[in-house]
């Protein structure tokens, strides 16, 4: 490298040294007193290894010491969440965190305690969680008739992994936990295109069609039996209040048996869809609809002309010799 670029680089680098001294949020540097995304996304993979042992396993793996290999993985997401949870208390230090913990059996004092008792917490809740997996697993077999197998779910289904690591993350959400939940389902998100806060609350049998495009807001309540296509927002009617709205229920509530087809969106914290709903692509909803309605939007009028410009009827369709456009 010339003696002239070397110049330069020692330049641009005082140049950004003096700018990260203007003590503004994006120039903190205590990059140790923050959770580490990798190895939360690490944590996030070893804990489906939990939830479907025989999906996800590495090379050391070794089928006659099952027991064995539970304790050992068990022992790795015990230890490394912890690291990652006392990062966290170290500077959130949240009162309801510290609550969570003393409920453990954890002195206040002690962050190392402290996170070890909310991971070991969060491990005990595994067998729940996979339960409801179950459920979601059971859901979209039998929602899909294009579905081979349950196998064939698990290992590509981007609905049920964005769902089953949301469910991981709620638990860690309602230790009021933070970033980490948040950490783990972005990286669902960046993974299967769907957005679901770990705020949510999903109940059993959900099923995710396809997926791409789904939003889900940290205040949504859902309930059992929940099928949703790609392009679905659950969102908020407005967010022009800003932090004033954090922990306001802003987020639709979607009711037992609900149906909701793609592009629709659904949005406010006062709009309840009744049970046994049915929400046709692209609706548009800020306002709640009783038990056993269908919401559809009225067909659109196609209408079609040829290449000069003469509009012609469904019936005339192909019997011209011109091209006609679909306008």
Not at 21 to 33: A, C, K, P, S, Y
Not at 62 to 70: A, K, L, P, V
Not at 196 to 220: E, L, M, N, Q, R
Not at 244 to 257: A, C, M, Q, Y
Request: proline share 3%; aromatic share 8%.
């Amino acid at each position: 490298m010339p003696r002239q670029d070397d110049d330069e680089i020692r330049m641009l680098a005082q140049k950004l040294l003096a700018d990260y001294g203007n003590h503004r949020e994006i120039d903190t540097q205590e990059f140790f007193h923050r959770p580490d995304k990798e190895s939360v996304r690490e944590i996030t993979k070893k804990l489906l290894r939990l939830i479907t042992p025989g999906f996800y396993r590495d090379r050391n793996y070794r089928f006659y010491n099952m027991e064995g290999n539970i304790m050992v993985l068990i022992e790795d997401v015990l230890y490394n969440l912890s690291q990652q949870i006392g990062i966290v208390l170290r500077y959130a230090n949240d009162r309801h965190i510290r609550e969570n913990a003393a409920d453990c059996g954890c002195s206040e004092g002690d962050m190392d305690e402290q996170a070890y008792c909310l991971a070991k917490s969060f491990l005990f809740r595994i067998p729940n969680i996979r339960e409801y997996v179950q459920t979601d697993l059971e859901a979209t077999f039998q929602g899909d008739p294009a579905a081979y197998n349950m196998d064939e779910i698990i290992l590509s289904y981007p609905g049920l992994l964005a769902t089953t690591i949301n469910r991981l993350a709620h638990e860690l959400f309602l230790l009021n936990i933070p970033l980490i939940p948040r950490i783990m389902t972005e990286y669902a998100h960046s993974t299967t295109g769907i957005d679901i806060h770990p705020g949510a609350t999903i109940g059993k049998y959900f099923f995710i069609d396809h997926g791409t495009g789904i939003v889900i807001g940290s205040t949504t309540h859902i309930g059992d039996h929940v099928k949703v296509y790609q392009g679905v927002t659950l969102g908020a009617l407005s967010t022009s209040g800003g932090q004033s709205l954090h922990g306001v229920k802003r987020h639709p509530t979607i009711e037992d048996n609900v149906t909701i087809y793609s592009g629709a969106s659904i949005l406010g914290g006062n709009t309840v869809i009744g049970k046994n709903s049915v929400i046709g692509s692209n609706a548009f909803l800020t306002k709640s609809v009783p038990e056993g309605t269908r919401v559809t939007i009225r067909n659109q009028e196609l209408q079609f002309a040829t290449k000069s410009g003469q509009i012609m009827d469904m019936g005339d369709i192909g019997q011209s010799d011109e091209w006609y456009y679909m306008i």
